[in-house]
């Protein structure tokens, strides 16, 4: 059908159709050279002012965002702002050049390398991706150092990308939103992955797009006809009037449902024999509560705190913390929060990277999560503290990530109780009743899941670990990642123990791994007795769609059966039967 196909990974649904434009950009090549101690200062001058047009081109841009926009579009601006009034940005260069008398071109990049450094050993993949920010403020910020050194994007005013399909290498959140406004039709990119956030920008505006398509400026020629494929994740080049009929029905049935599901966001979840479903946000920044209450999500099932411990030299302390916290209750108006505390490990350092201690073998396995905190009071006492205060004012439900013993639940317990009591005696309010509850993401927490539950309030399975560690996946090994499988029985199995042991004790059990966002698993996930999910906005409609058009009984007879199937082809013909394809 078509003579050339470009595959990558399709990160905002939708299909477009339209000439190429492809965005060269001149490789900015960065190279030192010595200074002497008296041209020191004027280097640093020459870097502030950098750092203040970098600033002053973001605020134009954010200028253009049009009011008609998610809230959140803005966030994406501002995170980049934010960074470059970092001090890792606005004054460790500048230390740089100082030492190493170097110029200020080379002290961004020696100073770039070693906070990418710390981004790329992270393994929670969204962090991970964070990397591609610091990226795109860097090169703003070096382009400008470059006299002569041309913007990419060009001339704001200049409506080059109006009906295009835009290919580059990498699109900054900047430059998305400058192409959106001038409407563009879809990007795709050689680089950059589905959590950047010029994907889930992409994702916010309703732009189809494509990251990770190796090579794809090569192949293209400007002013070429092409499809974007964004469900599949593929550009499609030479294709005949057919083939680009069949892609304009696609592109109509796409938008049609779109308008269907925009309709369900004031539906309950019910199912049709009447269960109703929880369906809740995981959010990571303040600004994904905005995307959260478009969907009308019922609150926030997991609200992931590392990234106020990110990029930072010191961690945030309680009234840092505490300001926040209030700041995503008002902004999920009232609706219940649950709070994870600090998932730091031994390969995500809280300080910018600037400590030296040495990375652990297997940092999946070793001081993470509640571990780490409860190593270092200091850190954690202080969240504790914010949390207990915050929930003062909100329905907030604090979850404990990555227990593997319960001697970790009872020793929270009791730091839990001296802060209580810390707070009652320096006369601060706060919810008495705050549920504590837990992550069941390690197996042995899962087998043990009766004994977890008679000691906390509510459980939360995180399948992303609880997957990793059950199969014994590094999940952010390439190597071995198809062997990571939410499906396979053993995981069904601990889903299973685990919402089991909740309802026998009475205690609430959601999911908020990456599995409750796959519209593909929510009939089997109702089969095993879930109520309760927790999954990035976007994908919310679409499961709550899945929901409404199932029934839990005979689903959970389904399952009932499935799990005692112990005969390996019976076990996935019955698998296939509850899995859409
Ligand atoms: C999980 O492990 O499923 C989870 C939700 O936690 P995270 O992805 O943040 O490790
Ligand atoms: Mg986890």
Not at 341 to 357: F, H, S, Y
Not at 406 to 429: M, N
Not at 510 to 538: D, I, N, Q, V, W
Request: proline content about 5%; some cysteine.
């Amino acid at each position: 059908m078509a003579s050339l196909a470009i595959h990558g990974i399709g990160v905002s649904r939708g299909y477009a159709i339209g000439r190429v434009y492809r965005l060269q950009r001149a490789q900015t090549e960065i190279v030192e050279y010595e200074l002497q101690a008296a041209q020191l200062d004027a280097e640093i001058e020459r870097y502030r002012t950098g750092l203040e047009l970098a600033r002053a081109e973001l605020r134009a841009i954010r200028e253009r965002i049009p009011a008609a926009s998610p809230t959140d579009v803005a966030a994406f601006i501002d995170t980049h702002l934010l960074m470059l009034n970092d001090s890792l940005l606005a004054k460790a260069p500048l230390e740089i050049i100082r030492s190493q008398r170097c110029n200020a071109e080379w002290a961004l990049k020696i100073q770039r390398d070693r906070i990418v450094q710390v981004f790329e050993d992270m393994d929670d993949e969204y962090l991970r991706t964070r990397k591609d920010d610091v990226d795109h403020v860097v090169a703003r910020i070096h382009r400008i150092l470059l006299a002569g050194a041309e913007n990419p994007v060009g001339d704001l005013s200049l409506p080059r990308f109006a009906k295009r399909i835009v290919i580059a290498d990498d699109l900054t959140p900047a430059d998305t939103i400058l192409m959106q406004n001038q409407g563009v039709l879809a990007f795709v990119t050689e680089y950059g992955g589905p959590l950047s956030h010029t994907a889930i920008l992409a994702r916010s505006l309703e732009i189809p797009a494509i990251v990770g398509a190796r090579q794809v400026r090569r192949y293209l020629r400007d002013d070429e006809i092409v499809v974007v494929d964004g469900v599949r994740g593929v550009v499609l080049a030479g294709l005949d009037e057919l083939s680009l009929d069949f892609y304009r029905a696609r592109q109509q049935q796409e938008q049609q449902r779109r308008h269907a599901l925009t309709a369900f966001s004031h539906q309950p979840a019910l199912t049709r024999d009447g269960t109703r479903i929880a369906l809740h946000a995981n959010i990571e920044l303040l600004e994904d509560a905005t995307a959260a209450l478009r969907v009308s999500a019922d609150g926030v099932g997991l609200y992931r705190t590392e990234f106020l411990y990110m990029n930072r030299a010191e961690p945030p302390g309680e009234e840092e913390q505490l300001a926040v916290f209030l700041d995503v209750i008002r902004a999920m108006e009232q609706r219940p929060i649950t709070i994870r505390t600090l998932d730091l490990g031994a390969d995500k350092q809280v300080d910018g990277g600037r400590t030296d201690a040495p990375l652990a073998n297997n940092p999946a396995l070793g001081l993470r999560a509640i571990r780490l905190c409860l190593r270092e009071p200091d850190l954690f006492r202080p969240q504790l503290r914010a949390i207990l205060r915050a929930s003062h004012y909100g329905r907030l439900r604090l979850m404990l990530p990555m227990l593997s013993s319960i001697q970790e639940v009872q020793q929270t317990q009791l730091l839990i109780a001296e802060l209580k009591q810390e707070l009652r005696e320096q006369g601060l309010p706060f919810d008495e009743q705050l549920p504590v509850g837990g992550m069941i993401e390690v197996p042995a927490a899962a087998v043990c899941a009766p004994l977890f539950a008679r000691q906390l309030d509510f459980l939360s399975i995180g399948t992303n670990d609880l997957i990793q560690y059950a199969l014994a996946i590094d999940r952010i090994d390439d190597e071995v990642n198809y062997l990571y499988d939410p499906l396979h029985p053993a995981v069904l199995q601990l889903i299973h123990m685990t919402i089991r042991a909740g309802r026998e004790v009475g205690i609430p059990v959601s999911l908020c791994g990456e599995m409750a966002g796959e519209p593909r698993y929510t009939k089997l996930l109702l089969g095993l007795g879930l109520t309760e999910f927790s999954m990035h906005p976007a994908n919310l409609l679409e499961v709550k769609q899945v929901i409404t058009q199932s029934e839990c009984i005979p689903l959970q007879t389904q399952v009932k059966d499935l799990l005692h199937t112990h005969d390996a082809e019976r076990f996935i013909e019955k698998l296939l039967g509850l899995v859409a394809p």
